[in-house]
């Protein structure tokens, strides 16, 4: 008689357990929905123009250089 309600006590526990990770998976797939990430950690690459754009506005290269380099991106 004790065997079966021990039975049913884990069968019980197991059920309530999985329908908590269901539960914990749901308002994690919710949260990153409405996030607006895409799911991806990595940052962005930026595009050849934008490095050209860093590098004169740092004062890595002149104007000169830069009109040079934006000219050949363009023709690309």
């Known amino acids: 008689m004790f065997h079966d309600f021990d039975w ?3 069968g019980h526990g197991w059920g309530m357990l999985l329908w908590l990770l269901l539960l914990i998976l749901l308002c ?3 949260v990153r929905l409405f996030s ?3 799911g ?3 940052p962005r ?3 050849a123009r934008e490095i050209l754009d860093e590098r004169f506005a740092k004062g890595e290269i002149d104007e000169d250089e830069y009109r040079k ?3 050949v991106l ?3």
């Open 45 to 47: 690459e930026k595009t």
């Open 74 to 76: 363009k023709e690309d």
């Open 28 to 30: 994690w797939a919710l």
């Open 69 to 71: 380099r934006l000219e």
């Open 36 to 38: 607006g990430r895409d």
């Open 40 to 42: 991806s950690d990595r």
């Open 8 to 10: 049913m006590m884990y």
